[in-house]
Each structure stands twice: as C-alpha cells, then as structure tokens.
C-alpha cells in the first residue's frame, strides 16, 4: 500500500491522550488513527448500504394481506369497547 505523510494541528492535550492510548494498545499514533479512520470510513459505507437496502424495501411496500383494500372504517379503528 502507498502511504504519504500529512501534517495534523491537534490540541497537545489530545496528542498527549492518543500517545497515552496507543502506548496502551502497543501501537503508533499512526496506526491508531488508521485503525480509527477505517473503522470510521467502513461503518459510514455500512450505514449508506444499509440505509439504501431499506429505503428500496419501504418504495416497493409490504404485502399487509388486504390486497390493497381497507376494510376497516375510521369508526370501527377507533371504536371503545
């Protein structure tokens, strides 16, 4: 894989949690963000597929067995027995 270097401003207290972090998981600064911006980027594809998946189910409807009819009034839905 190529890889290229970029600069980060971040805020020294956050620097100073993520070394503190990845010291923890034994791990590089670097391989801690690339781990979280993946991780990030794959639930974001996730969500658009799935959310796709299930705008495709709502446009085609679901067989509620009326065969498209209402056979219940207004009155009868809201009847108090």
Same mark, same amino acid.
């Given at each position: ?33 690339? !781990? ?7 639930? !974001? ?29 207004? !009155?009868?839905?809201? !009847?108090?027995?």
């Amino acid at each position: 894989m190529e890889r290229q270097n970029i600069t980060l401003a971040l805020p020294k207290d956050l620097i100073k949690r993520a070394k503190s972090m990845a010291v923890s998981e034994d791990k590089s600064i670097s391989q801690l963000l690339k !781990e979280t911006l993946e991780k990030r980027l794959k639930d !974001e594809t996730n969500f658009k597929s799935a959310k796709r998946r299930q705008l495709a189910l709502l446009k085609q409807g679901f067989d509620l067995g009326t065969k498209g009819r209402i056979t219940a009034t207004r !009155e009868m839905l809201h !009847e108090r027995g």
